[in-house]
């Protein structure tokens, strides 16, 4: 575990549920690079996924979701990866994954919709910013040779912007068109009755995709897919992949196990895909905020705060996990029942996007979160 002040430099200068078939965007410019951002959709529980095994507080507080940990081999003293990640495992095992921990936007409450409208638009609370972070990126990259292709059935609001993004479905059968949802909930909307149903029907739609579906076949297919469109001299530069089904209220050990398979199997597609390509490729994956420390009375977890975040690829200056540690005593704790956050995720992202396209570091700060202000810039992400 590498302290934070072993990394961060504080500047004064302004630094920085949908379903599978998840959804997948893409946009191109002019640079060999590679970016992929793979978004977590409904919280994804980053004590789960990588599990402070070191921390005497650890086991008591997750009871029978510590049990998955029992056996799985540490990545140093303080952590341990869920053992059905074993395609990322070996990745750090290579230097090619690096993890960021009690990491978190800057949304402090505990809606989905507006964690995820934080995390997308960059900003520092929900709806302040129209357009998206990974938009606002193609405008401060090479814009040349521009181009912008969407593989979803809507462009995600990360990916919304000033430029062009089209889009593409790899689902057999096309989702229903935002259109067409709201002139639905146009002619409910008189309804007291329907239309509470139809909120709640369309809320669950965005929440309910499923990573483990045909055991994780759906996600390596989509893996392979978003590895042709971004492998071509001519095709896209930057993709963003929608995965859902991370809200784990209920039977967390199973589903987030199975789910967390399904992302291991979409990195190892991704990657077998790309070929020579891996090495000029970084991998960005997040969620809209973590999970409680505690298990609940169904052994799930409800919303939380902080979580944690990855960095994959051979782009990677990986084998280490990123983290101000806070602990998980009850002192601790965010709102005496949340993993503290100790370092930003747009600090994270900014910093990382800025190294892996050799661009200027402030000017992309302020491009992709202009209302971050003064932040502390983590450094050193990327092998130069």
Do not use: C
Not at 21 to 44: E, L, N
Not at 115 to 131: P, T, W
Not at 193 to 211: C, E, K, S, V
Not at 299 to 311: E, F, K, P, V, Y
């Amino acid at each position: 575990m590498l302290d934070r002040r072993t990394f961060v430099t504080t500047g004064a200068a302004a630094a920085l549920s949908m379903g599978f078939a998840p959804r997948m965007s893409f946009a191109s410019a002019a640079t060999t690079k590679r970016f992929v951002f793979i978004i977590q959709r409904g919280a994804a529980d980053g004590l789960g996924t990588l599990a402070p095994v070191g921390d005497p507080a650890f086991a008591g507080a997750r009871g029978v979701l510590a049990q998955d940990f029992a056996d799985a081999p540490r990545l140093d003293a303080m952590f341990a990866l869920h053992p059905n990640l074993a395609t990322v495992s070996g990745l750090y095992k290579g230097g090619e994954a690096l993890f960021a921990h009690a990491v978190a936007s800057p949304y402090r409450d505990r809606s989905h919709f507006d964690g995820q409208n934080v995390l997308e638009s960059g900003g520092a609370a929900a709806y302040r910013i129209k357009d998206g972070w990974m938009n606002r990126l193609l405008g401060v990259l090479p814009r040349d040779q521009a181009r912008a292709i969407a593989v979803a059935a809507t462009v995600p609001l990360a990916l919304r912007g000033s430029i062009d993004v089209a889009s593409y479905a790899p689902s057999a059968l096309p989702d229903a068109s935002d259109d067409l949802l709201a002139r639905v909930a146009t002619l409910y909307a008189q309804d007291e009755q329907l239309h509470a149903i139809w909120q709640q029907a369309t809320a669950t739609r965005a929440l309910t995709g499923d990573m483990a579906a045909d055991d994780g076949r759906n996600a390596a297919a989509t893996g392979a897919l978003a590895a042709r469109l971004i492998a071509p001299d001519n095709g896209a530069r930057i993709a963003m992949i929608e995965t859902g089904g991370w809200d784990t209220h209920a039977g967390q050990r199973g589903r987030l196990g199975a789910q967390l398979k399904g992302l291991d199997a979409m990195v190892g597609a991704l990657k077998q895909g790309l070929g020579p390509l891996w090495a000029e490729t970084m991998v960005l994956v997040a969620t809209e905020f973590g999970r409680t420390v505690k298990v609940n009375g169904t052994q799930g977890t409800d919303h939380g705060t902080a979580s944690a975040a990855m960095l994959l690829g051979g782009a990677v200056k990986g084998g280490r996990v990123i983290a101000d540690w806070p602990g998980l005593g009850e002192a601790a704790l965010y709102e005496g029942r949340d993993l503290n956050p100790t370092l930003g995720l747009d600090a994270f992202i900014a910093g990382a996007v800025a190294e892996h396209f050799a661009i200027d570091p402030v000017r992309t700060a302020s491009a992709l979160f202009p209302q971050s202000g003064k932040v502390a810039r983590v450094e050193g992400l990327v092998r130069v």
